[in-house]
């Protein structure tokens, strides 16, 4: 299950604007919120071929389910859910 977040604090609450989990600041089209516990964190993830690195967690991002930085707020919401699939590189 692929969801996406901003910086917001309606998607980041306390942490809004800080970097992701890594200590960098997050960015569009590269940044992923993953379950470090099943994608550990700096790995590289392929999905509609594109690729993202694994560069933040999140309260809700348990198991098989990532969040996909997005530039704005009102495009996290357009997003939706989508079930995508998913490859880690090794």
Known sequence: ??????????????WAGQPGKLGRPMQAGRTIAV?????KLGSKVRMNDREYIAE????AIKGKRIDLF??????????????IEVYVKK
């Open 1 to 14: 299950m692929i969801t996406a977040y901003c910086s917001c604090t309606k998607c980041n609450g306390r």
């Open 35 to 39: 379950d470090p516990r099943l994608i």
């Open 56 to 59: 933040d967690t999140g309260g």
């Open 70 to 83: 997005v530039d704005s707020h009102s495009e996290a919401m357009r997003f939706g859910k989508k079930l």
